[in-house]
């Protein structure tokens, strides 16, 4: 039996480049529900999701190379970046410029 998963393109126009990505929205396995990744339910969901008006959507057959690939990029663009004592420095100058601005205008 073949899987099957949901994804969206995002297609922009930043800095004079367009740029693409692919996002997976479900998943491709069927832990939940043993009948989840089939192709008639899969095609259901993507019908819900259209109906709610999100745009670009894809039905793809489950390839285990190209699946983890777009799941790897996709964790790295949501990682959270940490603060640093050099970030924590410059926002509290930011603040500092922003708030003596103020009140010297007033």
Do not use: W
Not at 3 to 31: F, M, N, P, W
Not at 52 to 67: A, D, F, Q
Not at 72 to 85: D, G
């Amino acid at each position: 039996m073949a899987k099957y998963y949901v994804s969206q393109t995002h297609v922009e126009y930043i800095d004079g480049r367009l740029s693409c990505r692919e996002v997976v929205l479900t998943r491709a396995d069927a832990r939940v529900d043993k009948d989840g990744a089939r192709y008639k339910n899969v095609k259901l969901f993507m019908h819900k999701l259209r109906a709610l008006g999100i745009p670009n959507l894809h039905i793809n057959e489950y390839e285990k190379k190209r699946y983890n690939k777009l799941i790897r990029e996709q964790n790295k663009r949501h990682k959270a970046k940490r603060l640093t004592v050099a970030d924590l420095a410059r926002m509290t100058e930011e603040a500092d410029k922003e708030l003596t601005n103020h009140e010297g205008g007033e």
